[in-house]
């Protein structure tokens, strides 16, 4: 009962490893989104920019090469931790099934040390009873 209990620790400390993780990796992708964002909205305060400026509308062009560079470096890093972030939830489901698979055989443990002790119980008060009638 021990070791059950020990394991079921063991896994409980992982799922809530595992849930800082994904929470981290979460705030990461919000960030490269955000990342995104801010970039489109860049391109377009340059765009106003060079609408109102002659002079900056020469500077657009590769202004706007250049951006699209940082968007695709932007949008790779954000599959990536895409891709990492599936990875955890794959993880900590796997971590989920495993501590209630514990917390299953634990309860059932414990079940069947209880019906073991009522079974003793009745045994022995079935006994006792049976030496009483034999006196009788």
């Known amino acids: 009962m021990k ?4 394991l079921i620790r063991i ?16 705030d990461r992708r919000t960030a490269a989104e955000l990342r995104l964002i801010f970039l489109d909205a860049e391109g377009e305060a340059e765009l106003e920019n060079a609408r109102t400026d002659a002079e900056a509308g ?13 968007k695709a470096a932007a949008q790779t890093h954000l599959d990536t931790i895409a ?3 599936a990875g955890a939830r794959d993880a900590l489901a796997e971590a989920f ?4 698979k514990y917390e299953h055989v634990a309860e059932i443990t414990r079940v069947s040390v209880r019906k073991e ?3 003793r119980e009745t045994a022995a008060l079935d006994e006792l009873g049976l030496r009483r009638a034999a006196r009788s």
């Open 3 to 6: 070791a059950m209990g020990s």
């Open 11 to 26: 896994s409980t400390h992982e799922v809530e490893t595992l849930q800082k993780r994904l929470a981290d990796i979460v």
């Open 58 to 70: 020469w500077y657009l062009t590769g202004f706007r090469e250049g951006l699209k560079q940082r």
């Open 83 to 85: 891709q990492e972030e």
């Open 97 to 100: 099934e495993a501590l209630k």
């Open 117 to 119: 002790a009522a079974r």
